[in-house]
């Protein structure tokens, strides 16, 4: 079954603690993607990935920092720079070339207490 | 810069009743539009999606026309169910100077089914 696993589902940190959300896709998609989505609003992008070892910032990448090792995977570190880090969080993956659509992960909803 | 505006909710609809989602865009070029939906603590699911003017998109029931004249991307049902109830996005594709493509998400419409 191919798709897009984010874990967990749910995470609680302490303040100042920088914390790694996981994202994995088996679609050999080359194009990866984190965003943000706040309680009544639409999704923020983070930053994003076109290739392995490449990424770029998004619109809100203060705070956060990523890495592309591999194909497979776009891990995201909530740092303890980000101001308001309570959120839903959304990976998604797509082909490039073009205006292609994006598959969503589950999503993970991170609480800092 | 582009964005989407999609008309602000909640939508309350009895069920069979006809469902319209507005959505306006603001584009240089020709963007691809699309949209999506969110069930309760769930990720986005693609529901539909049009790539050129007066496409239109339909899945499950639902279609909306890509309409360049009014810059425009309404979604339509004839006849909503109780399992419809989620919150839909209306966004559009944004090509950037690296020549990678970034979606523009609406704020998101929340529509309640009441059988």
């Known amino acids: 079954d191919g798709g897009i696993t984010q874990s967990p589902k749910y995470l609680f940190r302490k303040e100042g603690q920088n914390v790694t959300l996981s994202c994995e896709q088996n679609l050999n998609h080359d194009a990866m993607y984190w965003y943000r989505q706040d309680p009544g609003q639409g999704l923020r992008l983070i930053y994003y990935?076109?290739?392995?070892?490449?990424?770029q910032k998004g619109d809100i990448a203060e705070g956060y920092s990523v890495s592309r090792e591999k194909k497979e995977s776009f891990p995201l570190t909530v740092t303890s720079a980000q101001k308001n880090p309570t959120a839903f969080y959304l990976c998604?993956?797509?082909?490039?070339?073009?205006?292609?659509?994006?598959?969503f992960g589950p999503g993970t909803r991170l609480t800092v207490l | 810069g582009n964005s989407v505006t999609q008309m602000e909710g909640p939508v309350t609809l009895s069920e069979e009743a006809f469902l319209t989602i507005n959505c306006t865009y603001t584009a240089t070029g020709y963007p691809s539009l699309f949209w999506y939906v969110q069930y309760p603590g769930e990720g986005l699911q693609l529901l539909l999606k049009a790539t050129k003017a007066d496409d239109k998109g339909s899945n499950k029931g639902f279609e909306a026309t890509y309409r360049k004249e009014t810059t425009s991307f309404h979604l339509e049902k004839g006849s909503v169910q109780v399992s419809d109830s989620a919150v839909y996005f209306c966004?559009?594709?944004?090509?950037?100077?690296?020549?990678?493509?970034?979606?523009?998400f609406g704020s998101g419409t929340r529509l309640l089914v009441r059988p």
């Open positions: 966004a559009l594709s944004d090509q950037s100077m690296d020549s990678s493509y970034k979606l523009i």
């Open positions: 990935s076109q290739i392995v070892n490449d990424f």
């Open positions: 998604a993956s797509s082909e490039t070339g073009g205006a292609n659509t994006q598959y």
